[in-house]
C-alpha cells in the first residue's frame, strides 16, 4: 500500500512542475478526493448509498470536487487545482489520466427513461483542460487531449485532440509530440512551447475568429449582391404592368 502511495505521488509530480516534494502533493484537494472517492465507491459497491454519499458529500465540501460514488476510476488519476470537478455516477475514468479545473463529466437523460450508462468513459492517459465539458456515454479513446473549454459529445478517436465547441479534432495528432506528456492545454502548432501555450491558444482562436468572420461578410456579399440584381427585375415587373 505505501509502495502504491508513493507511485501515486510520483505519477503526479512527473505532471506537475509545481510540487518540490511528495510532501506537497499530499496537500493537494485532488489527492483527497480520489482518496475519499475511494471509500465512497466501497461503499456504494457494497449497497451502502448513504453512507457512500455521506462520504462524496464531505469530500466536495472540503475540496470543491464532486466525484459520484458509483464512478469507477483506475490508478493514478490526477485532478490539478481541481475546483469545480463533477464526475458522473457512470463515468469510467482509465489509468494516469489528467484533469484539470472546472471540468464536468456530465450524463444525458436516457431516451427510453431507463437508467444506464449515461456518462462518459475515458481511456489511459488522456488529458482534459480546464472547463471542459465531455457529455454524454461517449468515449475518449487512449493519449486523446481535449483543449480547454472544448465541449465533446462524439467519441474521441486514440491520439487525438480536440478543441472549440462542437469540439472537433485538429491537425495535430498527440502521437506526435515528442514529449511524454503536455501540462495544462493542447498546443495548437507543431511549433509548441510551453513558455508561450498560452499565446498560441490565443492565436488558434484568433484565426477560428477570422474564419468565422470571413464566412460571414462572405455571406453577406453574397447576399447583398443577389438582392441588387433582383432590384431592376422588380422595377421592370411594375413597369410592364
Known amino acids: 500500500m505505501f509502495n502504491g502511495l508513493i507511485a501515486y505521488l510520483d505519477s503526479i509530480k512527473a505532471r506537475d512542475p509545481a510540487p518540490r516534494s511528495r510532501w506537497e502533493i499530499l496537500l493537494y484537494p485532488g489527492l483527497l478526493a480520489v482518496g475519499m472517492h475511494r471509500i465512497a465507491h466501497w461503499l456504494f459497491e457494497a449497497r451502502l448509498f448513504f453512507l457512500a454519499r455521506f462520504v462524496n458529500h464531505l469530500s466536495r465540501f472540503l475540496t470543491a470536487i464532486d466525484i459520484h460514488p458509483g464512478a469507477t476510476i483506475g490508478r493514478h488519476l490526477f485532478i490539478d487545482h481541481g475546483f469545480g470537478v463533477v464526475i458522473g455516477e457512470t463515468a469510467e475514468i482509465g489509468d494516469n489520466v489528467s484533469i484539470y479545473q472546472g471540468v464536468t463529466l456530465g450524463g444525458t437523460d436516457p431516451a427510453n427513461g431507463i437508467g444506464g ?28 487531449r481535449v483543449g480547454a473549454n472544448a465541449v465533446v459529445t462524439r467519441d474521441v ?25 503536455v501540462p495544462y492545454g493542447t498546443p495548437c502548432s507543431e511549433t509548441f512551447d510551453p513558455a508561450t501555450q498560452k499565446v498560441e491558444l490565443l492565436q488558434c ?3 477560428q475568429m477570422q474564419k468565422q468572420l470571413a464566412a460571414l461578410i462572405a455571406e453577406r456579399d453574397a447576399a447583398s449582391g443577389t438582392e441588387v440584381e433582383e432590384a431592376p427585375r422588380r422595377r421592370g415587373s411594375r413597369k410592364s404592368a
Do not use: C, W
Request: no cysteine; net charge negative; charged share 20%.
Open 117 to 144: 450508462k449515461r456518462h462518459p468513459t475515458l481511456a489511459d492517459d488522456v488529458i482534459v483542460g480546464s472547463g471542459a465539458q465531455i457529455l454524454g456515454p461517449i468515449t475518449v479513446n487512449a493519449r486523446a
Open 157 to 181: 478517436p486514440e491520439g487525438a485532440v480536440m478543441v472549440g465547441i462542437p469540439a472537433r479534432s485538429t491537425l495535430l495528432d498527440a502521437t506526435e509530440y515528442a514529449r511524454e506528456f
Open 205 to 207: 482562436q484568433l484565426e
